[in-house]
């Protein structure tokens, strides 16, 4: 017979395992498991992403991620400085490039400001004693609290974390599918079988597909974004994160400088569209039917939005060591291709893409029944979001299932 679980999360990415921790803070007594398909865990977006906790005013005021980006950067910074992870707490400058973008910046700082995020508006000569290599045109924005930290260290830590409060975390261990009776969920693995009363999917990349065995996820698809970024020397030094003012045409924030915790400089990323869901560069795990499957949501997603045409054509030049440079010259003095040399370690984003009205999906999206929760939808910053997101999430179960409900 099958083991028989309260909960049986399916991802060990920062989502999965921060919404265990919340469901074992509230249920001590239930029994949690943590399917992970990898050796361990956060190995795919959780462990690649950029390492920047973004403080939260990029976001319209009305959105799910306003809230929980501002709420998980101050969770992320007590977080780390409580258990003596990594932080490098250095702020980030949004710079302009030109006079046309200073309407849109001074619409970017109302948002934070109402987002309740601590920002200021600094001029130019303010914004060089924050970073003398800053170039920016009249006015800039300072956001003091966002940080850098190291999110392999983070992932290793929240793996320990969970199995030291009894969450059952299986690595290597896929799921396959699934059966539904009247109680419980047949969950095949491939490492046997499990029932559970209630099935959490943060399976990332493959989160639409697993919804779909589930009845849900019918109108959305998830198309994969490879992100790189390009590592300066080590004579290359800035004391902040610096940004341009982004396209409000898209969720992605343009090629930028990010400082990082152990004091290298990087610019980037890329933004390019994978060939497939795991397509990280090479031929290396080619999947001919998901290339098939993601060739023609790009086709169509192109055919339908123009905005997502020019995007795909800019991201093309950045293939281009000099040309991405190039853009991250327009931010700061002094930056030569020379000193940028070595590609980082690509990462890929999930993004979620509306099928019926062609759009990609800007905020966090979850669809939910009485027993199973899918999170279909966690694009950056998801990292940053992890704690509150972790909290929303375990709201949504108790409020669908009244069997978890009140239950500690």
Known sequence: MSETVDFLIIGGGVVGLTVALELRRRHADASITVLEKEPRCGEHASGRNSGVLHAGFYYTPDSLKARLTRDGCRAWTEYCEAHDLPIRRCGKLVVTRSAEELPELQRLYERGITNGVELKVVDAAQAREIEPRAKTVETAIWSPTTASVNPARIMSHLAEKAVSNRIDVLNGVAFVGVRTTDTTHKVQHSGGNLEARFVINAAGLYADKIARQFGHSSSYRILPFRGTYLYGSTSETMHTNLYPVPDSRFSFLGVHFTV?????????????????????????????????????????????????????????????????????????????????????????????????????????????????????????????????????????????????????
């Open 260 to 408: 990082t915790v152990d004091d290298h400089v990087k610019i980037g990323p890329t933004a390019m569209p994978g060939l497939w869901r795991e397509h990280y560069g090479g031929l290396g795990g080619f999947n001919l039917a998901e290339s098939v499957e993601v060739g023609a949501q790009l086709a169509e997603l192109a055919a339908r939005d123009a905005p997502f045409r020019r995007h795909a054509a800019s991201e093309i030049r950045k293939l281009s060591r000099h040309y991405l440079v190039g853009q991250a010259a327009t931010l700061a003095t002094g930056v030569s291709a020379p000193n940028y040399s070595k590609w980082g370690r690509p990462g890929i984003r999930a993004q979620l893409v509306d099928t019926g009205s062609g759009t990609m999906e800007n905020d966090f999206v979850i669809e939910s029944d009485p027993r199973s929760l899918h999170v279909l939808n966690a694009v950056s910053p998801a990292f940053t979001c992890a704690w509150p997101f972790a909290a929303h999430v375990v709201d949504v179960v108790e409020a669908k299932s009244s069997q978890f409900s009140g239950r500690a």
